[in-house]
């Protein structure tokens, strides 16, 4: 199945935009609706035009896929990293919407950004679903 990166960019920046707004917000707001409208066409779409076979796995199967791998800069210093290359579609493109304006290298970002996202994506998940309930 051939990935149209241009829409699915689209699609993880409209989710990441929405995530955040909702983020001030608690459960049972009315200023959620639109969020959550969005939100809820971008399951549509999700199920109507997936992005890889990772999408439907959980966030452990995800992690544990994942390495993590030893890096040293070109000024010698050494860090732990996960390339770009081991990221399943749509994760890749889901972590490169959060993480925008993150420092990273050319082969991949810091595996602590990458952690942070999982973890975030875990919190961001369950606050989206208590708004569904309210």
């Not at 199945?1 to 699609?11: E, F, G, N, T």
């Not at 909702?22 to 809820?40: M, S, T, V, W, Y």
Request: aromatic share 8%.
């Amino acid at each position: 199945m051939a990935v149209d990166l241009k829409s699915l960019w689209q699609r993880e920046r409209a989710r990441r935009a929405a995530l955040w707004d909702l983020e001030e917000l608690r459960p049972g707001d009315d200023r959620a609706k639109p969020h959550l409208g969005i939100l809820d066409e971008i399951d549509r779409q999700d199920l109507e035009q997936p992005h890889g076979e990772f999408q439907l796995k959980t966030i452990e199967e995800l992690r544990d896929s994942v390495p993590e791998t030893p890096y040293e800069s070109c000024d010698g210093h050494h860090f732990v990293i996960v390339l770009d290359k081991d990221i399943p579609e749509v994760w890749r493109t889901r972590f490169e919407a959060a993480n925008a304006l993150s420092e990273r290298f050319s082969q991949g970002s810091y595996a602590h950004d990458w952690r942070r996202f999982l973890r975030v994506w875990i919190r961001d998940m369950e606050h989206l679903a208590a708004h569904r309930l309210a």
